[in-house]
C-alpha cells in the first residue's frame, strides 16, 4: 500500500503525516508537489492539512485548480484512496468529490483543541480498526470548519450513512455542548457515496505517536494500510 | 474586442449563519444603533474583462463566479458591468 501525500504552498501538516506513515507504519511514502501530474504509483492519497495557496478566497478554493487535483479525482473515480484532513477536507468539498462546505467556526475562533469523536462506522478502509459508536479523541487545529450543507444534502447523507465520524460529548453525546465549531448535525468527518473519499477535520496524524500523548489516530492509519 | 469594468459582489445565501455579521450588528448596537438588523458580510471584487460584447462579457462573468469566484454551495453572487 503506497502513500502519497501532496503539498500546495501553505501545507504544513504533510510532513506530520508522512512521520507516520513511513516514520511509525514503516509504509512506502513519497510526498507529490502540487504541480505533479502523474500518480498512478500510489494507492492512497492524503490532503493534509494547512492553508494551501493562503487559503486565499475561499479554504481550498484555489488549490482545486492544482494539476495534481485533476489526478486526485481521476484516482477517485478508479475508486481508489482518499483521505483529507482539515485543508484537506476543505480542498474535497470545493472540488466536488465531497459534497457541502467548511465555513468559518459559529464563535468566530480558531480553535486548537482536543475533541471526543464518535465513530459512526466501522466498515469503512479507514476506520475499519475502531468499534462502531467507539469514542475516540483527536486535535482540531481549524478556523473554518463548520461543516454546511443544505437540508436536502444532510438528508442524502444521512439516509446513505455517509457521515462517519460526529463530534460529541466525553460520554458520546451528540448534542450542542459536544459541538465545537457549530458544525450541522455535528459532522466531523463524511465518505462519498462510493466510500473510497474521506475528509475530516480532526488530525488522526498528530495522535499517532506515543511520545506526543493520546494515540488514536494511529489506528486510522493502520487500517487505511491493510 | 471591448474592456468592461466588472463590480462583483459575493453573499452568504440566507440559510447560512454568518457569525461575523451578527457580531458586527451586536456591535453596531452597542453604538446606539438600535434599529439595526440584519447584518451579513460578503465579498466585493472588481476586475477588467476582455470581450467581443457586453452579453459575452456577462456569460464570462457568470463562469468565473460558478467556477470559482463563489461557491455556491454557501454564496450567490451578482455583478455590473461598465464598458471602458
Known sequence: MKFGIIVFPGSNCDRDVATVTQGLLDLPTRMVWHQEKDLDDLDVIVIPGGFSYGDYLRCGAIARFASAMKSVVAHANKGKLVLGICNGFQILTEVGLLPGALIRNRDLHFICDRVSLRVERNDLPCTKSYSRGEVITLPIAHGEGRYYADEETLKVLEDNGQVFLRYCTQQGEIDVTGNPNGSLHNIAGITNQRGNVFGMMPHPERAADPILGPTDGRKMFEAISQ | ?????????????????????????????????????????????????????EDMARQQLAQMCDQLLANPTIENYSFELTAV
Open chain 2, 1 to 53: 474586442m471591448h474592456k468592461y469594468h466588472s463590480r462583483i459582489y459575493v453573499t452568504l445565501r440566507p440559510s447560512v449563519l454568518d457569525p461575523a455579521g451578527t457580531a458586527v450588528e451586536s456591535g453596531l448596537k452597542q453604538l446606539g444603533y438600535e434599529g439595526v438588523e440584519g447584518v451579513r458580510i460578503g465579498k466585493y471584487m472588481e476586475l477588467t474583462v476582455a470581450a467581443a460584447s
